[in-house]
């Protein structure tokens, strides 16, 4: 049994004094090794609580690095850490709150070639990632390397949190079979999200996994936490393992990890395609303004929402996306369109619909806005 040094008895001497979790607990937990994969808003609250606790080992999973536009929420990094890689950051904060951690940096983006070797090394995962191929994956691979899976999602003013892969609770592909079509959940760079929301479920998350380490009360397997967080309201959805689940049912007809990707409906280009529909479909920020100053007739739709056209505009029309559809009419399909966006998701969509009712001259602004204001108006505020 791994063994508590004064210091550390000192440390955790709140843990101690109560019964539920004494020495024994504290032991466990120091033994523990839990996996976080992604270091952002679910990962920040996380990984602080978890090296707080007493976790012994945690290991980080994160590629990228920190944004400006991260600070709101992934309360992990400060302003200094802005440029740095996101494990490094991440890192050093745990480190300052607890030296006894020990700190595994996986800066690799999660696939299938090697999420069962990272996964198989921890006791628990805890899943704060942001996209639907890789919740996917980190479902299949737990329970694939049979670890639990302590979930998370945040988008808006709402979020969810339950336990997955359990030995006898459902997995995620059971609460959620097929993924939704592409485009259809904005993610939070494109919907937004409540800067305190992430701490929220995060905290749930970090909670659910010590009380796994310990083998206490009654986890979230089986159930869904749902929060509204406008309303402060929590209400729960009673989940069933599915016996014809592909992945975890009686007879499974998922054996290893596939294309998540593919599985989720994204487009796979190869390089060659990719350059001729960028060149087809796209126009870059410099191709727009050289356009623009000499006088051509194009016509720049902006599909943000209103609140986003306040914040920065080029001066374009204003369509939303969700009412482009109804309001197609205004708009002369014969003219030259360039539609934009934030960074270019949403106009992509606007586009597909445009092309859909006939237009045929329809480019989508590669980018966005913020593409613009980092190559063409520096003063332009980003957001």
Request: glycine share 8%.
């Amino acid at each position: 049994m791994t063994t508590l040094s004064n210091d550390e008895i000192l440390r955790y001497s709140r843990h101690l004094i109560m019964p539920e979790v004494g020495i024994e607990g504290q032991q466990k937990l120091k033994a523990a090794k839990v996996l976080c994969v992604g270091t952002g808003g679910l990962g920040s609250p996380l990984a602080l609580y978890l090296s707080a606790a007493g976790v012994g080992t945690i290991g980080l999973v994160d590629f990228d690095v920190v944004d400006f536009t991260n600070l709101q929420r992934q309360i992990i990094h400060t302003t200094q850490d802005v440029g740095r890689p996101k494990l490094d950051s991440a890192a050093e904060k745990i480190s300052a709150i607890n030296p006894n951690v020990n700190i595994v940096k996986h800066e690799t983006r999660l696939t299938s070639a090697n999420a069962l070797e990272i996964i198989a090394q921890y006791d628990i995962v805890a899943d704060g990632t942001d996209n639907f191929p890789t919740r996917y994956l980190v479902n299949d691979a737990c329970v694939l390397t049979r670890r639990p899976n302590v979930y998370g999602s945040i988008f808006r003013f709402e979020g969810q949190a339950s336990v997955f892969a359990t030995s006898d609770g459902p997995c995620y592909r059971c609460a959620y079979p097929i993924p939704p079509p592409p485009g259809l959940v904005p993610s939070c760079a494109e919907g937004g999200v409540l800067g305190i929301l992430p701490g929220l479920i995060g905290v749930i998350q970090a909670t659910e996994v010590v009380k796994l380490v310990l083998g206490l009360g009654d986890s979230l397997a089986g159930r869904l936490l749902i929060l509204d967080a406008l309303a402060m309201r929590f209400r729960e959805l009673k989940l069933r393992k599915d016996p014809n689940c592909p992945i975890c049912g009686t007879n499974p007809s998922i054996t290893k990890l596939i294309d998540y990707d593919q599985f989720c409906g994204l487009p796979v280009f190869t390089a060659a395609t990719e350059q001729q529909m960028n060149s087809e479909q796209e126009m870059t920020v410099e191709e727009l303004k050289h356009r623009l100053d000499a006088h051509e007739d194009i016509f720049v739709l902006d599909v943000r929402e209103p609140h986003e056209y306040q914040i920065c505009n080029l001066g374009a029309s204003l369509i939303p996306l969700g009412q482009l559809r109804d309001r197609i009419s205004e708009l002369d399909p014969m003219k030259n369109y360039v539609a934009h966006c934030r960074s270019g998701k949403r106009s992509s969509e606007a586009c597909t619909i445009l092309r859909s009712a006939g237009f045929s001259k329809v480019r989508n602004l590669s980018g966005g806005i913020l593409a613009w204001a980092e190559k063409i108006d520096p003063s332009m505020p980003k957001y």
